[in-house]
């Protein structure tokens, strides 16, 4: 359970900050490079937790559409696993990327759950390739740098005004939902 959500978004404005520096950089140390990965990991995972929290993220933000490229597996080869999962240029169809928007927790899920994450850049830029567990022998996915710095900085800063609940007639469970944002003035 989640209390105060600030703890939980001023770490993934400062990992924002930490990919920023270091992700386009042409040469990084090992350490750098681990803490990339670890700023990644750990905020998906965050913002997977702040968005099943009741009312600590805003609807808007929930909705948001998040750019990734897809890439199909290639018909034929053999099933991804723990011996071939760094030859993904080979298991998927790299050179057919297919532009599509998912939303942030489709996203945060396959972070939190990849069985393929590298870090690379492709034609255009940096960012890192992953695929879950589940979707492995489907599809592997493309986010950009500037993709995930968005999406730390959008969840990072975003303060719901609180959330509306109440019990379900039907089931007696529990509903909760936020209001939308007022516009600014």
């Known amino acids: 359970m989640i209390t105060e959500s600030y703890y939980w978004k ?12 270091y992700m386009d ?24 937790k702040l968005i099943e929290a009741t009312g600590k993220v805003s609807a808007e933000t929930c909705a948001m559409k998040i750019a990734l490229k897809r890439y199909e597996k290639r018909a034929g080869q053999p099933t991804v696993d723990w ?6 240029w080979e298991l998927y169809d790299i050179d057919k990327p297919a532009r599509e928007l998912r939303d942030l927790l489709y996203v945060a899920h396959r972070m939190v759950h ?20 589940r979707d492995k022998d489907k599809c592997l996915n ?12 959008v969840v990072g800063q975003d ?3 609180g959330y509306q ?21």
């Open 10 to 21: 001023k770490p993934l404005l400062a990992g924002a900050k930490v990919i920023r520096k």
């Open 25 to 48: 950089a042409d040469d990084i140390s090992d350490a750098q490079f681990a803490r990339i990965e670890r700023e990644i990991f750990i905020g998906f995972y965050a913002i997977r």
């Open 83 to 88: 011996y071939n999962r760094s030859d993904f």
């Open 114 to 133: 990849s069985f393929i994450f590298i870090l690379s850049g492709d034609d255009d830029g940096h960012g890192a390739f992953f695929t879950s567990d």
């Open 142 to 153: 493309f986010i950009s740098t500037d993709e995930i710095i968005r999406v730390f900085e």
């Open 159 to 161: 303060r719901p005004s």
């Open 165 to 185: 609940a109440w019990r379900d007639e039907a089931t007696g469970e529990m509903k909760w939902s936020v209001p939308p944002k007022e516009p600014a003035r």
